[in-house]
């Protein structure tokens, strides 16, 4: 099978968030695959332990709609991807909470993929399902490595570290999506190959005016905005020191919220605007007059690339963030706060003299950092690298 998965076109197995949702990177990736290659995309639970609050009930609740739901083909084809919706369990700590995921998981999936006419190939974001492997008809395993979940506040941080050791342990195919990132695979003893995030360019230079613009009216001008998930990662003080020396106009929050300080909508010049489709972003950011990003600084943020990073550079719009590792390869196009009295200063300073023409000119490498460019990289090491974890799944299974 291994011969097959390097001269074949293979299909492909992904286990990441739910198709849809939110335009993660690789979300992004597969979306340039959908035209050649059959993919099964495995909307998993999430790997945040279930705690009695709203941001739990709510996503309890669009997960057991998704299970008395049959799988469905979304908006993109009529057959590509498939989505899968397995049951799982929501614990991931002790011994038979794995093993029941595993059981869950197993019974589920491997009978879709009997059906395939090609070799698959397996993609995973999350390192939950570390203990497939060996146990599906997987040509190949690919750890696209996207974040630290180690070091995330909310999660089970010893067991999603558990899983992810033997996760890189046994992968064929390790992607980090940071240099901090490679250097955390490094320590397990596995080289990984580096795959930064891309960009829609054309997306994010269109600021066509649409409906979502609607909920921008009233408030006070200029706009300093950022959109996002608004949670743990928030720097309430960046915000507030922002607010208190605005002489005018309004800090921006859009996105959803996930238990974020209480504190922080507190100034009557911060305003929260709940999550806009992906393709109204940027109308929102061309009402901007500065996009920010003011995260703390703290484990999980220092390994990680944001996302929204170079879509903030496409965007035209000066730009001030947090001064984090993966935001310094890009320090020449934007500036860098590593202080609350710098961000206040920063965003102020271009709020009056806009986008210098240094950083502008700087954007221009934007245009090697495509989505497509990317996902052609992707497909270069899914077909280059050999595998190995075929060869436990045909001992174990016989195939």
Known sequence: MSEQVSTMKPSLLVFADDWGRHPSSCQHLMRRFLDTTPIWWVNTIGMRPPKFDRVTLMRGVGKIRQWVRPSHKPETGPTNPHVLN??????FTRRHDRFANRLLLQRQIAPVLEHSRSPVVAITTVPIVADLMGLL????????????FSKWPELDQVGIQK???????????????????????????????????GVDLAHWRDGSPREAAAALEGLPRPLIMFYGSIDWQMDVEFVHRLSRDLSQGTIVLVGPTANPSPDLFRPANVRWIPAVPYADLPCLAHEASV??????????LRESQPLKLKEYLASGKPAVVRDLPANRVW?????????AEDFSSLVRQRLEHGLPDDQARARERLEQESWESKAERLRELIVQTPSAVNECHTATTGM
């Open 86 to 91: 397995p049951r799982m369990w929501p614990w």
């Open 137 to 148: 008809p997987v040509g190949k395993w690919v750890y696209y490595c996207v974040d630290d």
């Open 163 to 197: 899983m992810e050791s033997d996760l890189i342990q046994r992968a064929d195919v390790l992607i980090a999506a940071s240099e901090a990132l490679q250097r955390n695979i490094a320590k397990l003893g596995r080289p990984s190959h580096l795959l930064t995030h």
């Open 291 to 300: 996009l920010v990003m003011p995260y703390i600084d703290a484990p999980g």
């Open 331 to 339: 320090q020449d196009a934007l500036d860098l706060a590593g202080s």
